[in-house]
Nanobody, 115 residues
């Protein structure tokens, strides 16, 4: 069982930045994959960014060049730095990790981009 606690969401103006963090209850080096999804009102949950096997990184086309995913082994966190935010980035952001064939989700954190 892996527990995840997210932090860092909030309200930001277009063009602004936010940093999301997700703390895992286990060593992140035991995880097969870790990353972030988002779900906007009326839309399906979609992948934002993912680190797979600690090496490969995937980004959604819509966030490439603006978002950066990283991990911190000392703190057991996966982080998402979001720059140049747009109103269409508004969503609930969920941390997701995979271990031994199982998916685990955080509780979600709201990101609202609005002037």
């Amino acid at each position: 069982q892996v527990q995840l606690v997210e932090s860092g969401g909030g309200l930001v103006q277009p063009g602004g930045s936010l940093r999301l963090s997700c703390a895992a209850s286990v060593s992140i080096f035991r995880l097969n994959a870790m990353g972030w999804y988002r779900e906007a009102p009326g839309k399906q949950r979609e992948l934002v960014a993912m680190i797979i096997s600690g090496v490969n990184i995937n980004y959604a086309d819509s966030v490439k060049g603006r978002f950066t995913i990283s991990r911190d082994g000392a703190k057991n966190t996966v982080n998402l730095r979001m720059n140049s935010l747009k109103p269409e980035d508004t969503a609930v952001y969920y941390c997701n990790v995979r271990q031994a064939g199982l998916n685990y989700w955080g509780q979600g954190t709201q990101v609202t981009v609005s002037s």
